[in-house]
């Protein structure tokens, strides 16, 4: 019993620990009547009946369920939540595509400030100059990063920008009398650009990438007709790859009246560097909750704006932040435009983020971008030696391995994915992009210093002699975690959304253990 | 650089390692011409010091010491400091999406909870993990009930936020989706007679808000019978929650979408908020969104996982069934810690000190000479109010007196120019809705 723990926790893993953890159950089953942890100020108005008021017909009691608790549970309860999570603020999160860098936390007080939080979005106009000016200067700021000509801060994320960008060309071609129904996506995109482009009501048509990883040209050439409305195209690729040909592609698209749309989830390699607006894009989005710095938060809020050419921009959705002799407003009513995409007009509060991520670096953002390049390639150089790198070609932000000499021992991109949280880091992301089979994708952003990245190095290295020598201890990872991998069948098979009161015992005991007890889990 | 953490040393020492002289060798898979030869034009760099100094500059130029009584979809309402407290944990913002459970268990038990908190709130059986928004959940709602009655007829109230109608316009139109609009009563509620001979064996959906965006409540069982009578599904919008501490849920309506924003979030100038969607169990796999379920590991642990992925973009690409990838996680867990704060007696005194105050500004307006007050039906927190002249002029004045007044109407309802909603929750104080009273009987006296 003690060999075996000792030898999953293994001497290879210097960044981890494996301390005590607290167990908690969920709120509603510490729930009990008339405990609470909100007192009201008194009512300084009369009382009102609500059944007299509302009618007994649309009165209701009170909430059945509803968790009854004090305020030190509340806080307990989520703060020992809170200790089950991993997160960037303890340590590396190599997620490729997904940009996981350090969220500064001025970002986070600025954008709790009264005067900032506290502003409702149909307030007049006089007294929204300070919002409405920090608008106006992260679209400037944006238009100067990807050298595109007019923006829109309204979409509320990556797939919501991908949708306004493909009903801006779809509003552009029809109003040249062009309706098109295909939109060109290659094989190595994200999972949002197919389901964006069904969304706008186009036909996916899926282009194949060439031996180097690349859009392949030729193939595309072959492709683009009078009916393609656009290609929509990740640069760098999701190899992390640059697209050597993309101001060719631009043309090729162009020269056809189709457009070239360009997902923006990887400007982290080029901001500072290389610019969208040089290249021949027309339209893109940019992910603020990657590139900028605002949290994801456990999977949102985030906030996509557009940046679109010149000819575009009549048609950017509602409502539209103008200047006019020098005065900002927000204008509502545009004949051209593709209409609203949301209420409100935006994540107003990761905007504020992103701009004060954006002042902080000002120009020195290049330096961010060198660092993020730097980390991929240190990374990709010191364990191309024990991990099949299928595509050689140079790098950027993220470095694309696949699973191909561990398969060979049974072992998957998976469960190194998961050995790697015994070594106390995020697994990468895996089994993605889908054009290379069992893909180790992996994406350090600049936050990384030397030190974290020498420790996934070591950890990569050492997942890769265990392989070799205990497949068996990877293929069952995680070892030290709280609970060990799910099964994710019954939950589908039969989904439990959602609790419910006990009707007859208790939760079993089971929900209650002692987490992990690691001879449950080796299989030695 | 503050945020970066390497020496110059360090860097030096992994260029070496990768075998390249120099930071601009990394950069050479990019052809020349397209590299940007200059520095970037930003303002900054900027110490904290600084960046604290611009956005308190900029909050000052924006409404601190106005008295807002502005709803609409946005609600103003206490949160606590815990909620806060909570969110700032690093551990909670600064995690992904939780698809590697076993170390995300934490955001997965707390989107389980968040969306059993939906289901008893709605009346429904099932909720997912966040929307966008409000606005986005309705739309995504109808987009659904497309795919469930393979119909692409919706019949929509004019009383449903005019932007919300405006965003589900957006996105019918690429995909074939056409609404008929149902005007709205006396009562301020959607005209029964009137949808009653709208929906058709080809209507997909009817939907509606409850409260409308007129405050007022609307009658969802009878709206529900005559949604099924012709096989059509009744989506139900709600922008503001708190009134669930005290109405009936809109528990006969098929799928609920829901504005989460009174639950804990600050307005912030339009977002970030979180909308959702509940609706029945049967229709879970038309659902778009994450959704949490719990499950077991191998030694029979509870524990929690994103289940159901077939629906979604990253699985099903061009098939699934919304686009959506990034939600509103964190926003989600706000609404999560503020609703266990709350509590079931802390929800109920919240509803009904809105409602109490709500009508006691009512009835300080209407005493104002000039001002009626349309609307007839069982309402909320909100209502309508109609003035003896344009509402914008009257709220031009107003504004001189540091308050921001009733949202004027005619710009979404041409009939309804010298109508403005107030809106009125809990943390407006008595004297401000006493001075606001005055303040507007001063304005109507006044000149033009």
């Known amino acids: 019993m003690k060999d075996a723990a000792k030898k999953i926790v293994s001497d290879g893993i210097r960044k981890a620990g494996r301390n005590v953890s607290q167990n908690e159950g969920l709120i509603f089953e510490k729930s009990a009547p008339h405990k609470r942890a909100f007192e009201l100020p008194p009512l300084d108005v009369p009382a009102v009946d609500p059944s007299a008021a509302l009618g007994a017909a649309h009165a209701r009691e009170s909430v059945e369920g509803f968790p009854e608790v004090s305020e030190i549970e509340v806080v307990r309860h989520f703060t020992r939540l809170s200790t089950w999570n991993y997160a960037i603020d303890l340590g590396m999160y190599p997620l490729g595509s997904c940009t996981m860098k350090y969220n500064p936390r001025v970002n986070e007080f600025v954008a709790r400030l009264d005067g900032i939080a506290t502003e409702h979005p149909y307030q007049p106009a006089e007294v929204s100059l300070g919002c409405l000016k920090i608008m106006r200067t992260l679209e400037k700021c944006l238009l100067e990063i990807t050298g595109m000509d007019a923006c829109t801060l309204e979409p509320a994320a990556g797939a919501q920008g991908e949708l306004c960008g493909l009903l801006l060309i779809r509003a552009y071609l029809q109003s040249k009398g062009s309706a098109r129904r295909t939109v060109l996506i290659p094989d190595s995109a994200h999972g949002t650009n197919p389901a964006t482009a069904t969304i706008a009501g186009y036909e996916v048509q899926s282009i194949r990438s060439d031996a180097a990883g690349q859009i392949d040209v030729e193939a595309l050439k072959s492709i683009v007709n009078d009916d393609v409305a656009a290609l929509m195209v990740t640069n760098p690729s999701t190899l992390g790859v640059f697209e050597q040909r993309i101001a060719e592609i631009a043309e090729i698209l162009h020269a056809h009246g189709a457009l070239l749309y360009m997902d923006g989830a990887n400007m982290n390699a080029l901001a500072g560097i290389a610019r969208p607006g040089d290249f021949g894009v027309d339209v893109m989005h940019l992910n603020l909750h990657k590139t900028f710095s605002t949290p994801h938060g456990g999977g949102g809020p985030g906030a996509g704006p557009v940046l679109v050419k010149n000819f575009l921009e009549p048609f950017l959705p509602v409502p539209v932040l103008v200047e006019k002799d020098g005065r900002l407003s927000l204008e509502t009513h545009r004949r051209t435009s593709i209409g609203r995409l949301r209420a409100f007009g935006g994540n107003f509060g990761v905007l504020v983020r992103a701009l004060a991520y954006t002042l902080a670096y000002g120009p020195g953002m290049r330096q961010a971008t060198e660092d993020a390049v730097l980390n991929a390639n240190y990374i990709r150089r010191n364990l191309e030696d024990f991990y099949d790198l299928p595509y050689k070609s140079p790098s950027m932000h993220e470095v694309v391995f696949s699973d191909a000499r561990q398969k060979k021992n049974g072992v998957n991109t998976m469960d190194i994915a998961k050995r790697l949280i015994d070594y106390g880091f995020h697994p990468y992301t895996t089994a993605f992009p889908l054009i290379v089979p069992g893909a180790l994708m992996i994406e350090p952003t600049e936050s990384e210093s030397k030190e974290e990245c020498d420790l996934f190095i070591d950890a990569m290295r050492s997942i890769a002699a265990e392989a070799e020598t205990n497949p068996e201890l990877v293929k069952t990872a995680p070892h030290n975690t709280r609970i060990g991998r799910l099964d994710e069948v019954t939950a589908a098979r039969k989904p439990i959304l959602r609790w419910r009161p006990a009707t007859s015992a208790a939760p079993s005991p089971s929900d209650l253990s002692e987490p992990n007890p690691p001879s449950s889990r080796s299989s030695e | ?448």
């Open chain 2, 1 to 448: 650089m503050r945020y970066l953490p390497k020496s110059p040393s360090e860097r030096q020492a992994m260029l070496q390692s990768v075998g390249a002289g120099s930071i601009e060798k990394l950069f050479e898979s990019i052809p020349a011409p397209l590299r940007l030869g200059r520095a970037l034009d930003l303002p900054g760099p900027m110490s904290e010091a600084e960046i604290i100094a611009w956005f308190q500059a900029r909050a000052a130029e924006n409404s601190l010491g106005y008295s807002s009584f502005l709803g609409a979809g946005v609600y103003n309402h206490l949160r606590s400091v815990v909620t806060d407290t909570i969110l700032l944990r690093g551990e909670f913002l600064t995690s992904y999406t939780p698809y590697q459970a076993e170390i995300s268990q934490g955001t997965l038990q707390a989107i389980f909870e968040f969306q059993t908190l939906m289901c008893q709130l709605t009346g429904q059986e099932v909720a997912n993990a966040s929307m966008w928004d409000g606005s986005t959940a309705t739309t995504e709602a109808a987009l659904m009930a497309a795919r469930l009655t393979g119909r692409t007829r919706l019949v929509v109230a004019r009383s449903l936020h005019p932007e919300y109608r405006q965003v589900l316009a957006t996105y019918g139109r690429n995909i074939g989706l056409t609404a008929e609009e149902i005007p709205y009563t006396a009562s301020g509620q959607i005209d029964t007679a009137r949808l009653a001979a709208a929906v058709n064996d080809e209507t997909a959906a009817v939907i509606v808000q409850s409260p409308n965006f007129f405050g007022v409540l609307e009658e969802v069982p009878e709206l529900a019978e005559i949604a099924h009578a012709c096989k059509a599904l009744l989506v139900v919008s709600v922008t503001e929650g708190v009134s669930l501490g005290i109405v009936r849920p809109p528990a006969e309506a098929d799928i609920v979408a829901m504005e989460t924003q009174s639950f804990g979030m600050a307005p912030s100038f339009g977002g970030p908020y979180a909308g959702v969607i509940a609706t029945r169990e049967r229709f879970i796999r038309q659902m778009p969104g994450r959704l949490a379920g719990q499950t077991t590991d191998a030694a029979g642990r509870r524990g929690f996982v994103l289940t159901l992925a077939t629906r979604e973009q990253h699985i099903r690409r061009e098939k699934a069934t919304s686009n959506i990838c990034t939600n509103q996680a964190l926003c989600a867990l706000a609404a999560t810690v503020h609703l266990c704060l709350l509590g079931k007696e802390g929800l109920r005194e919240l509803a009904l000190q809105n409602l109490a105050k709500a009508r006691f500004a009512a009835a300080e307006l209407a005493r104002v000479p000039g001002v009626r007050i349309p609307f007839t039906g069982p309402w909320f927190n909100e209502f309508v109010i109609e003035f003896p002249r344009s509402a914008r002029m009257a709220n031009r004045r107003l504004l001189d007196d540091k308050i921001i007044g009733p949202l004027p109407l005619g710009p979404w309802y041409p009939e309804l120019t010298k109508h403005g909603l107030v809106c009125v929750t809990e943390t407006m104080p008595r004297a401000e809705i006493e001075r606001f009273a005055t303040a507007l009987g001063a304005v109507l006296a006044g000149p033009l």
